[in-house]
DNA sequence: TCGAATAGTTCCACAGTCGAAAGAGTAGGA
DNA sequence: TCCTACTCTTTCGACTGTGGAACTATTCGA
């Protein structure tokens, strides 16, 4: 997605009232399209390095971020927008490198329950332990006012984003 | 990548030294991680909109904000981590789709520029518009103090991200 | 009890990626 | 100046992930 550096970004960032044009505003959007992109790329290297696909990658991020909650196949392909076949071979590749196992639903005989092995914490450990390990100082230098307002802007950005995801469904 | 929720995340967030447990920063990460998980879908979302491949989206990108320096392919391979063919491909979808033109190089005829078409920036502006919109109060009701200190962290946590990347090479 | 709907899997076609190879061009050293 | 090694991009072919259609088993409500 284009930076502000494109001539579109500009000249469309106030579609229908004005933007925030302040430098700050400028630089902060900048900032998140930058990391949004490492991000981006962290993840595509860290696939490549456990030879795990994005959509494995994600999927299990939903199933090890569950809580008590049972993770069906129906539920992985909302949480991640597959179509129910693309769910069923992505759980087939967890499935078959040991990171998931699909287990009897308790009381729907038609669904299965997928969790995830003690093999998929030690990878998902290896992966946010690396990036833990480069953040800790950046989160460090921060004092807890400044992390507290960086966190609520971040949900409030995430909440922002997850609601032009919904304006695509609506307008197309 | 799993957030605070999973179990190997808390357990590894600290590999060398003790990591920042402060409430505050357990917060950030997870709000870091919601808005990435966001922003990709965001741009799974928009790509399917534009029969756009994520790919394809991240190519543009990388044309779309180079400024006056030339794009290659080769620097699309870089900046992408695609493979040469795969960044021919690329190229031959975005030029099929009327996104992208590939001129020669003026001084080497082995190569050449690939340049952003009018359509191209007309996408962008559609795409960055729709998040722009929604973002735009996120951005306003902060001052602009607090949206220096949250870009600089922005900045630092893409350094950060980019250096983890970075790490996987070396280590594997 | 039965029919409609749901859940997941299989089959198959399509599309994106990459290794190998080929052709054109460049650069540097003899 | 010329030749060799290297570079750049594209093409070919094999592999892999996705989604529509179809199938089977199960659930639920009339």
Redesign the pocket.
């Known amino acids: 997605m284009p930076d502000h550096h494109s001539r579109p970004a500009e000249a469309t960032a106030r579609p229908h009232s004005h933007g925030d044009r302040r430098p700050e505003a400028v630089r902060a959007v900048r900032a998140m399209a930058a990391f949004a992109t490492e991000s981006e790329m962290y993840l595509a290297a860290t696939g490549r390095d456990e030879a795990l ?4 990658l994600n999927g299990l991020r939903v199933v090890m971020s569950s809580g008590d909650e049972p993770v ?4 992985l ?1 909302q949480a991640l ?13 967890l499935e078959r490198l040991g990171h998931v196992e ?1 287990r009897p ?1 308790p ?6 329950v997928v969790v995830a092995t003690d093999h998929a914490h030690t990878v998902g450990a290896s992966m946010f332990g690396r990036v833990g390990a480069r953040m800790a100082p950046v989160l460090a230098s921060r004092s807890a006012g400044e992390l507290a307002v960086i966190a609520q802007f971040l949900e409030d950005a995430a909440v922002a984003t997850g609601s032009a995801r919904a304006d695509i469904r609506t307008t197309s």
Chains 1, 2 share one sequence.
């Open positions: 696909h994005r959509t494995d069906t196949p129906r539920r392909s927008q597959l179509s129910a076949p693309a769910t069923s071979a992505m759980l087939d590749r699909r639903h009381h729907d005989r038609r669904s299965v």
